[in-house]
């Protein structure tokens, strides 16, 4: 199956590559895809061209431009032009992506006939949303996304978004520094220890430390140990996740990560997310000055600006790294999230001392259409045109546009070396990261996906922002979020939230 | 002659009243009587849960609005000061007056959002020009990420942005007070600070006090500033009543609870609002 598998994917990407080299009248009249020209597939240019939308109008509420925003409008107004349907984009600051498709949808309103958001909305916003039909489920271009991505936006095995993005959280470092022998012996001699890609927590916390506060890319700046989502309510929480996969998830005690899914406990208050929220507290004097109210687009500016050693969160900060008008580009690497020395074990109640590393597939953007569009049939074929093949290897190019890998043919080194001039080494070790992550693993976590998903959330992003700011311990700071997550889950009802916890960790016990 | 048909024209606007006040706070009781959230749209009926759950259970907000008094009394205060100051400067017969009327203005004409994410751009630790010119010093303060000094920031940038609000008023105010009190002082041989404590500042009280009532509501309110410099954070050092509200009702989508959230805080606004208003006329009007 494997074997099949692999070949599928060399035969799409030999495709994939040897558009590069064909120019056609579609990347004449639509410079975006000058690299691929049209691409054949279901939902290529020259199908949509076959279609008429002549006098219908289709809405959309999108991101804000450039992240998701510039794409959703791009292959709009190219949507427009092929299929002559009328395409209105709204832009939309992320924080109200949610509220603002939920108020219409919960007053039986349709304003918009796609949305966009997070993939973790999917538990409230499914029975608003028309079901993935069959034909785009099964088309070829579908059978390229990687499983995890086909899990991410699926409910109990039905499709209910339309995988436009691929999000994972992984580990950026800067190569130059780990891979240099001068810097390795100094580390050595001062440490006793060595200098490697970082295996644990421990070992990330401890280079980036060393690193921390001194000027060691000789530019004459003072760089930093690492750059990190520390502001609270900015996405803060999956950062947070990302830390204690490594302490929290042990694959020998299925039945949930985030609770108990036989008692809907909340778990967030063991050991092992308290490791790691005070490995998280201890990374504060690490990073750049004010790096504790580094959101996302901090994040991304520090580690791809180069100030600092490691990062680790989505992958717009490699990108950014490793754009032509990067400083560093081809100085930085990619590594799966750092594991730990032990893990815990809720069942038996103590620490097991054996490697742990879990990768955390991470919520990203999601486009869906709405159950009450009238225009059911275009919606789709828009958001399968957004993510067709030469769109899709056009716009994963593109940093801003915050459109990452997660087709099975985007994971192909050459890819990253041919289009975007990437050192041969760095684009396998970041295809081969991501590839792993994805298909590799079986001690994935998923994002919480429950009703009221923000509830749970926001008492994550508050707890830990308290103690990062030393307002309370890391164990004060992780009762206070367990307390609040019982009474949400009360007030929503014990069973209503375990039926839906059931689903993503049937996904994490690989129970499907 | 009957005039009953008087009442008729009164209808207009009682409709409009009716509308754009009198609904919103009805709906927002009844609202806050509800248990709609993102899992249970609907106006169901759950009594005074959300109020007992905010008496009993939510620190935070109580946390929030104590600090939001704070941060309104001190920012209207620093506002009050500079604000009567820079009119007292310009009222006077000084050269380029007419320009330094406009340029204390200019704050206030820009768009508080943007301007917020201007000074966080300036106050930011490691990018920002404002550590550049501290680190000559030998510093680095951290003036988004201290829990204490984040606060400092918020009020550093609402005195900037509304100061401009206040001097507006009190150089409205001073520009129309009577000539005569002041040429009696001079007669008087009363020097500047005999004329301003007992002739400009008895006569400003009036103003004074709308001014700041008026300044304290604002900053009531105070929202997008937090929203922008320091998401309420670090850890919840600068969240304000308002913040907090936004939080739980659009953010966590729990619309009946932050409903009791509003109406709670705004049945609490009311009183101390008013409460305020007497102990400003007994010290500013009575005691002169």
């Known amino acids: ?512 | 002659m009957n005039f009953k048909h008087k009442y008729l024209f009164l209808l207009p606007g009682l409709l409009v009243l009716l509308g754009i006040l009198i609904f919103p706070i009805g709906f927002t009781v009844r609202l806050s009587l509800s248990s709609w959230d993102s899992f249970f749209p609907g106006l169901d009926f759950i009594g005074l849960e959300n109020y007992i759950r905010l008496f009993t259970d939510d620190l935070r907000f109580w946390e929030a609005f104590l600090r939001l008094s704070f941060l309104s009394i001190t920012t209207v205060f620093l506002q009050y000061v500079i604000g009567f100051a820079l009119a007292l400067m310009v009222w006077q017969e000084i050269r380029f007056q007419r320009f330094f009327r406009v340029l204390f203005l200019i704050p206030m004409m820009t768009t508080p959002v943007i301007m917020t994410v201007i000074w966080r751009t300036f106050f930011h630790e490691s990018l920002g020009p404002v550590n550049d010119f501290f680190s000559l010093f030998g510093m680095t303060p951290l003036w988004l990420s201290d829990e204490h000094l984040a606060l400092v920031t918020v009020i550093i940038v609402e005195v900037w942005q509304w100061t401009p609000f206040m001097f507006l008023l009190m150089l409205a105010g001073l520009l129309s007070l009577p000539k005569e009190p002041f040429l009696a002082a001079s007669i008087d041989g009363a020097g500047p600070i005999r004329k301003f404590v007992y002739v400009t500042f008895p006569l400003m009280a009036p103003i004074s006090i709308g001014a700041i009532i008026i300044r304290l509501i604002e900053a009531s309110k105070i929202m997008d500033t937090v929203y922008v410099l320091t998401s309420g954070g670090p850890g919840t050092s600068t969240e304000t009543s308002s913040f907090y509200i936004f939080i739980k009702g659009l953010r966590e989508f729990q619309f009946g609870y932050s409903a009791a959230l509003s109406f709670t805080y705004l049945i609490i606004m009311i009183i101390s609002l008013t409460v305020i208003a007497k102990i400003l006329v007994k010290l500013m009007i009575r005691s002169n």
């Open chain 1, 1 to 512: 199956m494997n074997k099949i598998l692999g070949m599928g994917v060399v035969a799409a990407t030999a495709s994939l590559l040897a558009g590069a080299v064909q120019a056609d009248k579609w990347s004449d009249q639509f410079p975006h895809i000058k690299n691929t020209g049209d691409i054949p597939g279901e939902c290529s240019y020259d199908a949509m061209s076959q279609k008429d939308y002549s006098g219908q109008k289709l809405t959309i509420n999108t991101h804000a431009v450039p992240v998701m925003g510039e794409p959703t409008a791009l292959h709009a107004e190219q949507f427009s032009t092929l299929t002559g349907a009328e395409v209105s984009v709204i832009h939309t600051p992320a924080g109200d992506l949610y509220s603002k498709a939920m108020v219409p949808f919960q007053s039986g309103q349709s304003p918009y006939d796609i949305v966009f958001g997070f993939s973790n909305f999917i538990r409230d916003w499914k029975q608003y949303l028309e079901p993935v039909p069959a034909k785009y489920v099964n088309m070829r271009q579908m059978q390229d996304v990687t499983q995890s991505h086909i899990d991410v936006n699926s409910w109990d095995g039905e499709m209910i978004q339309f995988p436009i993005d691929g999000d994972r959280h992984y580990l950026k470092y800067r190569k130059d520094v780990i891979d240099n022998p001068e810097y390795q012996a100094k580390y050595k001699a001062e440490t006793g220890k060595e200098l490697r890609v970082p295996q644990t927590w421990k070992e990330y916390g401890e280079m980036a430390a060393f690193f921390n506060g001194w000027d060691w890319d000789n530019d004459g700046e003072l760089e930093y140990g690492s750059a990190e989502v520390m502001k609270k309510d900015d996405l803060m929480f999956a950062a947070f996740f990302s830390r204690s996969v490594a302490y929290a998830k042990n694959p020998r005690t299925p039945g949930g990560y985030f609770f108990d899914l036989e008692t809907m406990e909340p778990l967030i208050n063991g050991p092992g997310f308290v490791e790691a929220l005070t490995d998280w507290v201890a990374a504060t004097k690490y990073v750049p000055p004010g790096g504790i109210n580094f959101g996302l687009g901090d994040e991304i500016n520090s580690f791809g600006g180069g100030q600092t050693l490691f990062s680790f969160s989505w992958d717009d900060a490699f990108v950014a790294a490793m754009q032509d008008d990067s400083a560093i580009k081809n100085k930085v690497g990619a590594a799966p999230l750092p594991g730990s020395d032990r893990v815990w074990n809720r069942v038996s109640g103590a620490w097991e001392d054996e490697y742990n590393q879990a990768p955390y597939i991470v919520w990203g953007w999601t486009a869906a259409v709405a159950k009450q569009s009238k225009n059911h049939d275009m919606a789709f074929d828009y958001l399968c045109f957004f993510a067709n093949d030469a769109n899709h290897q056009a716009d994963i190019a593109i940093g801003r546009f915050g459109v990452n890998p997660f087709k099975k043919s985007d994971f192909v080194p050459e890819l990253y070396v041919e289009r975007q001039g990437w050192d041969p080494e760095i684009a396998k070790q970041y295809a081969d990261t991501l590839m792993e992550m994805e298909e590799g693993s079986t001690n994935r976590v998923f994002p919480l996906r429950i009703p009221g998903v923000f509830q749970f959330n926001s008492a994550i992003a508050t707890g830990t922002s308290k103690a990062l700011a030393g307002q309370l311990s890391p164990q004060e700071a992780l009762d206070e979020v367990a307390a609040e997550w019982k009474k949400i889950v009360k007030r929503i009802g014990k069973d209503v939230v375990r039926e839906a916890y059931a689903v993503g960790v049937a996904l994490e016990d690989n129970l499907e």
